[in-house]
């Protein structure tokens, strides 16, 4: 039975890290005293709904929580250094802190160290988020210990609303564009110049022509689209920009 902790104090663990090709010991007082920090631990790097949905969430609701007072987002797995820095490499997930429980000492310590042995993991994190401020947990989310991998409440979204409910979440952007395109560089520089995080995909790479028409109903590039909705090429964009309803969380 998983239990919730909330109150106490977060698991004494010293972590094995590298960094710049050098080993390095971080300590539970590196990572949380003084500082209010969100941790999400989550079944193994790689594996579908932790690339999928549960860290790059968090990564595109950074700077959100960042503006909510949070000091550090952790994302905590039981896999070794080299995997986690693979991972976050792979994910571009520069605003996370990934944190490798490699003999699961703080799972352990957290209650929440699991066998996954039926999927040839062995021991692993089962799937949690908490609010921890100065190495004590304020709030935790835990999935309920059903069959699989649930993934209802220690999502990104939930923590945030947890700690400020009112909180400007940053609106997704995502480009089509292809190499050589001179009006796709015009796009991607106004929103850099506004400050915007997007997601590229790049045709010929990412995706084909046929996927740019199958979405968007255009064969030229860029096409633009916010939160689902087509706003067109780099003029339509720069048009949509000076009406203020696109802005940086």
Known sequence: MLKNIEGQNVPT???KVREDD???????????????VVLFALPGAFTPTCSSSHLPRY???????????VDRIICLSVNDTFVMNE????????????LPDGCGDFSEGMGMLVDKGNLGFGKRSW?????VNDGKIEKM?????????????ADADTMLDYIAPEAKKPQSITIFSKLGCSHCAKAKTALDDAGLDYEEIVLGTDATARSLRAVSGALTTP??????????????LETYLASGQLAAA
């Open 223 to 236: 096409q633009i689209f916010v939160d689902g909705v087509k706003i067109g090429g780099a003029d339509d």
């Open 59 to 69: 990564n595109e609701l950074a700077p959100a929580f960042k503006q909510a007072g």
């Open 87 to 98: 991972w976050k490499r792979s994910q571009n997930a520069k605003n996370i802190t990934f």
């Open 22 to 36: 050098s080993w390095k010991e971080l300590t539970t007082d590196d990572l949380f005293a003084g500082q209010k």
């Open 127 to 131: 799937r949690y988020s908490m609010l």
């Open 141 to 153: 989310f835990i999935e309920p210990e059903v069959e699989g991998d649930p993934f209802d409440v």
């Open 13 to 15: 663990v010293t972590f």
